[in-house]
């Protein structure tokens, strides 16, 4: 939004002094300087406006209604945020499996959001586990009488989102933190309730889950039908969002023919006929191919990260730079034995050609150790 980017800008600027940028940007993260400073300037905002209210307003005031309604909008909200989260992990979008460059990686080297992203992405079942949860916060908060379950189920849920994101510093902090507060904000209602039924081992009255009726039964019956109008192509929409997007970037979705992790075993280079040695830093250690990118991994462990495109027609590929794409370097590549192919081309001023051995991804330990019943002894490795 234009209007409250300058509103935040200004805010940062002329009240702030923050010499950082300001417009938000959409990276991933959800924890950038826009981001904080947009919940401070709205939070400021709300105060001097309740103190303004709170001036103005003569005689006795009952908010009941208003409550009521910002109760629906804020249990509403949270639902479908829930069945979002939940449903990209019972596809398995949000946490895909470990990949081969994941698997190569040092352990030591992977960040904080990284390894736990890892840890969940290896087991499916447990993405299953965590996204039926959340999946069932949602559809239980849709429906007064099972608002109570829903949010007690709900504050365990983002709760535990909200530990990930804090422990492995994993930047949606900000959103995981507003849904724990908006859970507890719908349970407040019946906090007596619960602590009688929880803590006090007394016998509670049941909750007044009566809907606020309008006097013509036309708009009843319009806003009943509008809510299961709403829930329902949320529901639709948000599967079918994930379905689609779990054939682009899913477990399961094609990958180009190169996909994979590579060995180098011979690095020849043509000019002069000298086979590069181990010792040789320039020499390729590994070459790493993804769907978008390839990483080079040299002898020094040094990386080099490019962008990459195929032609599986001419078998050849391309490799740049980003953003410096007037430095590309064109390979060609045949495919002499299953899981061996062999590149020539131009590196460095130098004519290489180089033979490599396709990693297997199920020859590691993290992919193929499996489910056991039975363990007579801790297999930690």
Known sequence: MPLANRMIGWFADYVLHLPLPTIGNSNGSGDTT???????????GALCGCAIWSVIRRG???????YYWLLVLVRYYVAF????????KVIKLQFPAPGVSRLLQNYGDSSPMGLAWT??????????????AEVSCGLLLLFRRTTSLGSILGLVVSANIMAINYCFDVPVKIMSTMLVVMCLFILFKDFKRLLSFFFLNKVVEPADIKAKNFKKKWANIALIGFK???ILSVVITTGWRSVERSKQYGDHAPKRS??????VQSYIRKRDGTLLTPADDIRWRRLVIN???AKVVFMNDTTLSYTFKEDTLAKRFTMYAYPDTGRKYVFHYSISKPNVFTIKGALFQDSIIMTM??????????????FHWINESPYSY
């Open 119 to 132: 840890f969940m992405g290896l087991s499916r079942g447990y993405n299953y586990f965590t996204g039926i």
């Open 34 to 44: 826009y981001d904080y400073l947009a919940w401070l300037f709205c939070g400021l």
């Open 258 to 263: 190169l996909y994979g992790v590579y060995k």
């Open 357 to 370: 051995q396709k990693y297997d991804e199920k020859s590691f330990l993290l992919m193929n150790r499996g």
């Open 81 to 88: 945020i829930m069945i979002n989260y939940g449903a990209v």
């Open 60 to 66: 006795p005031s009952n908010y009941n209604v208003f």
């Open 291 to 293: 769907q978008n990118y």
């Open 228 to 230: 299961y109008l709403l």
